[in-house]
């Protein structure tokens, strides 16, 4: 069974969302001891974002040299989400939705003919079957009965793009509230970490 594990927080060892999504990763490994992982941090090595020269070469247009080397990169991005089992995510928030450098991933991963596909009735996941897990780390709190409910396009965002392609049931762990002040900080890390050993096994 092949995992692959996603970080995108900018802030290094003071992320929230990369001690989470490290804790999830952990209990998946303590629970099968043999899962094959592999890592990517899109800090590290980020992927371009998209040009109008990668979108006309999608489409068919001759691409230009220079490029050869992130459509490699695309491509392995690809081959890693399609060969997965189980997807865990770091997103933490940032300005109300996800980082630049996820965005940029998914925009690797969402792609015609290897995740989804147009018919006749419209759009078709093609990549059902896979286990995503996020974790998600906010300044403040966002949930359906607070006012700023509205200003949300992170969770909201990662559940439509993964229902597009046909995973509609991804699992949250959540860390909210860690800007509200040191003791909101510890007590959401702390039940984001607790949620994370609860997790089933993979």
């Known amino acids: 069974m092949k995992l692959l594990h996603i ?41 371009a974002h998209l040009s109008g020269s990668h979108l006309a070469a999608a489409q068919g247009a001759p691409a230009p040299a220079e490029l050869g080397p992130d459509f490699a990169a695309s491509a392995a991005a690809l081959d890693e989400f399609l060969a997965a089992d189980i ?3 770091g997103a933490p928030m940032y300005n109300f939705t996800i980082p630049s450098q996820l965005k940029a991933w ?17 759009p078709q996941g093609l990549a059902g079957g896979k286990r995503v897990i996020v974790a998600i780390s906010r300044g403040g709190h966002y949930g359906a009965d607070m006012p700023t409910a509205a200003g949300e396009h992170l969770e909201t965002y990662l559940r439509w793009v993964f229902g597009f392609i046909g995973i509609t049931n991804p699992e949250f762990i959540f860390a909210d509230g860690i800007q509200l002040g040191p003791e909101h900080r510890e007590k959401a890390i702390a039940g984001a970490l607790q949620s994370a050993t609860t997790l089933r096994a993979a």
């Open 87 to 89: 997807v865990v995510i």
């Open 7 to 47: 970080d995108s927080s900018v802030l290094g060892p003071r992320s929230v969302s990369r001690q989470v999504s490290a804790a999830i990763v952990d209990r998946l490994r303590q629970a099968t001891p043999s899962l094959d992982i592999t890592y990517r941090d899109l800090t590290q090595t980020p992927l």
């Open 106 to 122: 998914i925009d690797r991963i969402l792609v015609a003919g290897k995740t989804f596909s147009y018919g006749a009735n419209g």
